[in-house]
Antibody
């Protein structure tokens, strides 16, 4: 059974940094692209960043480009999101999600339960 | 970037009646090489992550009831719930995965009338 477990969320001050992790199990992690999607309180879904199966290709939403860095460690079956220069508008539940293929042009087939990031002084 | 726009923002339908949600993309998500539309639909219930319902615009995910169907091509797509059940109360999102960023629509909230 596919399982994605996010961690690392919490309260951080504006301008601060945080690193999210997503531990994957139940599938061969190195075969699939994985992404981060966020959802601000009471709002819709926003695609944040993605990384291909090999890690050789990454992509970012304009809203986070230059501030967030996505990476993966296939030896640990873990996805990361390093977030810096955080703003109030980054406050959201951050979901880790698996794509159906190793590349970006494929649908999301599994989601984690999410971790809440709150940016506030 | 591709922008996805859903309509309506919300709708209320009687149990057993049809619910229809529309999704429009700012540019075509049909890839001519394989003739596939890179469009998915998700269902999200309160306090839960989204769940995949439809991919390739019309392919139903395994385990999804057949009252859910997707149609459309190019820039205009529709999710239809043929006979609304109480368990279908949720927010529904379309998403294009043709090119990054894989934008979502703003969501459509479905309620029981």
């Amino acid at each position: 059974e596919v399982h994605l477990l996010e961690s690392g969320g919490g309260l951080v001050q504006p301008g601060g940094s945080l690193r999210l992790s997503c531990a994957a199990s139940g599938f061969t992690f190195s075969n699939y692209a994985v992404i981060w999607v966020r959802q601000a309180p009471g709002k819709g879904l926003e695609w944040v960043s993605g990384i291909s199966n090999t890690g050789g290709s990454t992509s970012y939403a304009d809203s986070v480009k230059g501030r967030f860095t996505i990476s993966r460690d296939s030896s640990k079956n873990t996805l990361y999101l390093q977030m810096s220069s955080l703003r109030a508008e980054d406050t959201a539940v951050y979901y880790c999600a698996k794509l159906r293929e190793g590349y970006f042009s494929s649908t999301i087939d599994y989601w984690g339960q999410g971790t809440l990031v709150t940016v506030s002084s | 970037d591709i922008v996805m726009t859903q309509s309506p923002d919300s709708l209320a339908v009687s149990l057993g009646e049809r619910a229809t949600i529309n999704c429009k993309s700012s540019q075509s998500v049909l890839y001519g090489f394989n003739n596939k539309n890179y469009l998915a639909w998700y269902q999200q219930k309160p306090g839960q992550p989204p769940k995949l319902l439809i991919y390739w615009a019309s392919a139903r995910e395994s385990g999804v009831p057949d009252r859910f169907s997707g149609s459309g091509s190019g820039t205009d797509f529709t999710l239809t719930i043929s006979s609304l059940q109480a368990d279908d109360v949720a927010v529904y999102y379309c998403q294009q995965y043709y090119t990054t960023p894989h934008a979502f629509g703003q969501g459509t909230k479905v309620a029981i009338k």
